[in-house]
């Protein structure tokens, strides 16, 4: 039930994103939307992982090593998400550093005004 | 017009395939054989008690090197969109914040009385990544969240670049040469089981995993540092 309602906040926020970069004009919108995108994405693959009443697989107090397996989520989309997090945050800082550049040649966000590799 | 209608179809159409997928999706019940597996052997074979930790660091961990690789080529290229050798950013002088606006009394006393908290929080997180919740790259970011409010809090504050890269560096060709060691004394590449495993949960235990969070932390701070001090104004 819950990964379900995860989930389908992951698929919205997608959605959201492909429309934000679809109509939005402004690079810096266009940027967020991505930002968006790629954080539904996320969220999507942590959902998938979820396993029926799991736990975080943490071995501690709480979860003896002997029931582990039967208790615990699947820990290998959220160890893929934690690197998917910081590559997604750095594709952002080249974006964002490519806006700057770009507002510099031509004065304005508005992606309308950057003609060149258009045809 | 037609664009605003093309727009609204495929928005429709990939609502539609969306829907179709968040309701046929049914929760799983148990763990599939590979999570299974790596359950089972994460705590025996490597005495870490954070299942994600190791399988980070030791059976992904030529992954989690290939993506430390795409942090160092993202910061080398913000360096040299933004560098220099490129004209100075035209930005007038009256414009310029850290001249025109300083940042608030209430910015940099929040600064200072924050900046060691968020350091020691980074440390513990780094630390305690093979036993509880945390890591090398989770501690990594919050170091360079302690950069960002630096830099918030007074503009002119220029961090030691060439110590972050040399750190950065170094921390990079330990990480490689641990590998390597791993290779020669254990059985691959990246073989964490070069130190005796310790205790189950003790601080000291799981071989190298502790060492290699640390560099794995020192490593992304330093790379997420110079990728903030890239976009100085």
């Known amino acids: ?119 | 017009m037609i664009r605003r209608l093309s727009i609204v179809v495929a928005i429709a159409a990939f609502g539609l395939i969306f829907a179709s997928l968040a309701i046929s999706y049914t929760e799983q019940q148990s763990l599939r054989p590979l999570a299974e597996s790596y359950v089972r052997r994460v705590p025996q074979e490597l005495g870490a008690p954070n299942i994600i930790t190791g399988i980070l660091l030791t059976y992904r961990a030529f992954d989690t090197l290939g993506e430390v690789a795409v942090l160092f080529m993202v910061a080398a290229s913000v360096g040299l969109v933004l560098g220099a050798g490129h004209p100075p950013r035209s930005v007038s002088s009256e414009d310029r914040p850290d001249e025109a606006w300083p940042s608030s009394e209430i910015v940099q006393s929040g600064a200072q009385i924050l900046v060691p908290l968020i350091s020691i929080f980074a440390a513990y997180i780094i630390m305690n990544g093979h036993l509880s919740a945390g890591g090398g790259f989770q501690g990594g970011a919050v170091i360079a969240s302690c950069v960002l409010l630096m830099l918030l809090a007074y503009p002119q504050y220029q961090p030691n670049l060439e110590f972050l890269s040399i750190a950065e560096s170094m921390a990079g060709a330990l990480f490689v040469l641990a590998g390597i060691a791993g290779l020669i004394v254990a059985g691959s590449f990246l073989d964490t089981r070069i130190l005796p495993l310790g205790q189950f949960g003790a601080f000291f235990s799981a071989g190298t995993i502790p060492v290699l969070s640390v560099l794995l932390g020192v490593k992304v701070g330093c790379e997420l540092s110079v990728i903030l001090d890239g976009f100085r104004p």
């Open chain 1, 1 to 119: 039930m819950i990964s379900s309602i995860v989930l389908t906040t992951g698929l919205l926020l997608i959605l959201i994103g492909s429309w934000g970069i679809l109509t939005h004009r402004n690079i810096l919108r266009i940027i967020i939307s991505f930002s968006l995108m790629g954080t539904g994405t996320h969220i999507i693959i942590v959902a998938i992982g979820y396993v029926k009443n799991g736990t975080a697989p943490i071995i501690d107090r709480t979860l003896d090593l002997s029931e582990a397996t039967s208790r615990v989520v699947d820990p290998i989309p959220s160890a893929l998400v934690v690197t998917a997090i910081v590559i997604g945050m750095a594709v952002t800082a080249v974006m964002l550093a490519y806006t700057i550049r770009l507002y510099d040649s031509k004065k304005t966000l508005s992606i309308d005004a950057f003609t060149e590799s258009k045809w």
